[in-house]
Nanobody
Framework: QVQLVESGGGLVQAGGSLRLSCAFS????????MAWFRQVPGKEREFVVV????????NYADSVKGRFTISRDNAKNTVNLQMNSLKPEDTAVYYC?????????????????WGQGTQVTVSS
């Protein structure tokens, strides 16, 4: 059974940085495209970024381009999200998601597995 566990969330001031990690277990992570989504109360879960199963392709939401960077280490079964120049509007619960042999899909309905989420709060 595939399991995803996020870590690294917290409270940071605007302009600061955080690094989120997603630990993947249950199957070889190299078979899965991995994505990050985020959600604030009362709003739909929003796509942030995805990296293909090979790591060769990425797709970023316009709102985070140039500030966030996704990477993966299939040997360690982890996916990381480096978030720089954080803004108050980045405040949300961030979720890791996986899709087997997927491409760089950007809708939540395309993903089969989800983590429990980690809170990121950016103060102004």
């Amino acid at each position: 059974q595939v399991q995803l566990v996020e870590s690294g969330g917290g409270l940071v001031q605007a302009g600061g940085s955080l690094r989120l990690s997603c630990a993947f277990s249950g199957r070889p992570s190299s078979e899965y495209s991995m994505a990050w989504f985020r959600q604030v109360p009362g709003k739909e879960r929003e796509f942030v970024v995805v990296i293909s199963w090979s790591g060769g392709s990425t797709n970023y939401a316009d709102s985070v381009k140039g500030r966030f960077t996704i990477s993966r280490d299939n040997a360690k079964n982890t996916v990381n999200l480096q978030m720089n120049s954080l803004k108050p509007e980045d405040t949300a619960v961030y979720y890791c998601a996986a899709r087997r042999f997927g491409g760089t899909y950007s809708t939540k309905y395309d993903y089969d597995y989800w983590g429990q989420g980690t809170q990121v709060t950016v103060s102004s």
